[in-house]
């Protein structure tokens, strides 16, 4: 993701999610240390994205998104799998998400791809308020949850 996609990316966030990022927290990703974001163009246009950030053995997926008309496209397990990628070079140990508990399309391709439930925290998300599920996927390859 590069401050050309912004204006795209903070659209698309506005268009999928009832409690969108601001600009400035995309801003954040791909200019902070330890953050890292990217996107999926077909024929130049942005079809995906995905942010994460990495500290010492942990990683950590903050945002994924892919619009609606390229989604089952394999557009999501290309942004997982360089953000796996990434962390297992950066040195970690595992990569955790928050997943809405409601959302069992998402829950159920992070489970295809081998994350496993941690916990719940409560009220987590707050547009509307709902509890999320915390995930990891172990990079060593280890089972865990």
């Known amino acids: 993701m590069a401050a050309r996609d912004l204006d795209t990316v903070v659209a698309m966030e506005k268009e ?8 400035s927290a995309f801003e954040e990703q791909i200019g902070g240390d330890g953050w ?3 996107v999926v163009e077909i024929d130049g246009a942005v079809v995906g994205y995905a942010c994460y950030f990495t500290v010492d053995v ?4 903050t945002n994924i998104a892919v619009r609606p008309e390229h989604r089952r496209k394999s557009v999501a397990n290309m942004l997982l799998g360089a953000i ?3 962390a297992t070079a950066a040195g970690c140990q595992y990569l955790l998400l928050e997943v809405r508990s409601s959302n ?3 829950r159920t391709f992070y489970e295809r791809k081998g994350f496993r439930i941690l916990y719940r925290r409560p009220n987590y998300y707050r547009r509307p308020i709902e509890d999320a599920l915390v995930m990891v996927f172990y990079l060593d390859g280890r089972q865990g949850g």
Do not use: Q, T, Y
């Not at 999928?16 to 600009?23: E, L, N």
């Not at 942990?58 to 997926?61: G, Y």
């Open 16 to 23: 999928i999610f009832p409690d969108p990022w601001p600009r």
């Open 36 to 38: 890292g974001a990217l």
């Open 58 to 61: 942990e990683a950590h997926l």
């Open 84 to 86: 796996l990628g990434r």
């Open 104 to 106: 069992n399309v998402a």
